[in-house]
């Protein structure tokens, strides 16, 4: 693996090594090693997620080494660089029509994707529903027993290699329309209402206390989470500009799925 993290590193640094056999051969074999599950983008290494650099500068070599070509799926035509995931039966993953995976991408055996889409490099765990119309973009990771509601976009994070993927963690609850991107983390069992937009910058107010309490670039475990507006100043004036509020927390002394049902019930949260 070292030897590989090598090549490809210098590759990257140099992609005139590309016309090399054995530099061109490291960048596939990363990327199959991505599709098998035997490499991630990141890794979770106690409470801190560590991102795999150069697993990233594999996958933006990947296209680099890739030929467009003609694709046909059944009556469907595809123009494109990477090929779709195989062997879905054999893995244990049901994939709706016209869903897709893209070669690269890794989905445990026991989750669904409906007709949605799993970008290369992204992590989709087992237990874990990607409902219609959802996008789990480049290296986006998502943890097992995850529920990713319809139109839910999970932005791809490719560059910097270094920079932090989307991650939604275990038992997470992600609402219709959701938008999460700019390697925003949710953390496990947290459940996002419909329309929440988060970004790098978005403040995430919990506002269960007597203060506030400001987060940003991260959703605190088990926190049920609604869109929101604040005033912010301008020259010209005053404006609501958006945000994400904390309203409660999810029982941990529960049942996952009656906590869940009742958040949404008991906040008004809609999914």
Known sequence: MNDLQEKISAAYADRAKLKEARFADAVREAVSLLDAGKLRVAEKDGDEWRVNAWVKEAILLFF?????????????????????????????????PPGTIRYGAFVEPGAVVMP?????????????????????????????????????????????????????????????RCVIVEGVHVEEEAVLGANVVLTASTPIIDVTGSEEKVYKG????????????????FPSGTYSVPCALIIGQRRASTDKKTTLNAALRDFGVQA
């Open 64 to 96: 680099a080494v890739c030929e467009i070509k003609v694709m046909k799926v059944g009556p469907f035509e595809f123009h494109d660089k990477l090929p779709l995931k195989k062997g879905l039966d054999a893995a244990g993953v049901r994939l709706v």
């Open 116 to 176: 949605g889409y799993v970008n290369i490099g992204a992590f989709v765990g087992s237990g874990s529903m990607v409902d219609t119309w959802a996008t789990v973009g480049s290296c986006a990771q998502v943890g097992r027993n995850v529920h990713l509601s319809g139109g839910v976009g999970l932005g791809g994070v490719l560059e910097p290699p270094a920079a932090t993927p989307v991650i939604v963690e275990d038992g997470a609850f992600v609402g219709s």
């Open 218 to 233: 991260r959703v605190p475990a088990r926190s049920i989470v609604i869109p929101g507006s604040k005033p912010k100043t």
